[in-house]
């Protein structure tokens, strides 16, 4: 599985593979779709997070308010889009 990420506003995202590979690390566009190679866990933070629609196996995976840091939010998703 891959981890989608589509972006309805512009976002800073930076992403790292299970090994520490960074996967992503740039500003992604409104209107943009990005698909990051699996299997997670992917550590993901998000500079602006109601811009960004995650999702693993074309399921949603949901920002936990405790992961968030005002605009921002840092979350770990497990390769079944579980957030850890």
């Known amino acids: ?9 512009d976002c800073w995202v930076e992403v790292t593979g299970p090994s520490g590979q960074r996967l992503m690390y740039d500003l992604g566009r409104a209107g943009q ?8 866990p992917w550590r993901v933070f998000l500079g602006a ?5 995650l999702r ?5 995976v949901a920002v936990p308010p405790a ?3 005002g605009p921002t939010a840092r979350l770990v998703v497990a390769p079944d889009g579980s957030v850890q």
Do not use: K, M
């Open 56 to 60: 693993v196996a074309g399921r949603p």
């Open 1 to 9: 599985a891959a981890l989608e990420i589509d972006f309805v506003g």
């Open 33 to 40: 779709s990005r698909a990051l190679p699996g299997p997670g």
């Open 67 to 69: 992961n968030r840091s």
């Open 49 to 53: 997070a109601d811009a960004a629609r």
